[in-house]
Nanobody, 125 residues
């Protein structure tokens, strides 16, 4: 059974920073692409960022480019991070970690196989 566990969410003020972590277990994710999505109340799940299995290739959603950074720990291939800087109230959402069965994480949430339970990020103005 594959499990993805996100940590690091919380309540912050606009302009603050926050770092999310996601750890995968249940299978070897050493070569798996992973990523982050978010979902605000009443909205569809939105692509935030993805990272290749090697960690060398990253891609971001337009709304977070220049503010968020995705990375992975090479010593712990099953762990990825999302560094979120200059947070805005519109970043408020539940953030989900996802992993691909093969290939890269899709920017379409319905095409990704594995999901975490999510962690709440709330940014106050």
């Amino acid at each position: 059974q594959v499990q993805l566990v996100e940590t690091g969410g919380g309540l912050v003020q606009a302009g603050d920073s926050l770092r999310l972590s996601c750890t995968a277990s249940g299978r070897t994710f050493g070569s798996a692409a992973m990523g982050w999505f978010r979902q605000a109340p009443g909205k569809e799940r939105e692509f935030v960022a993805r990272i290749s299995s090697s960690g060398h290739i990253t891609e971001y959603g337009d709304s977070v480019k220049g503010r968020f950074t995705i990375s992975r720990d090479n010593a712990r291939q099953n762990t990825i991070y999302l560094q979120m800087n200059s947070l805005k109230p519109e970043d408020t959402a539940v953030y989900y970690c996802t992993a691909a069965k093969s290939g890269r994480v899709s920017t379409s949430p319905t095409e990704n196989a594995y999901w975490g339970q999510g962690t709440q990020v709330t940014v106050s103005s």
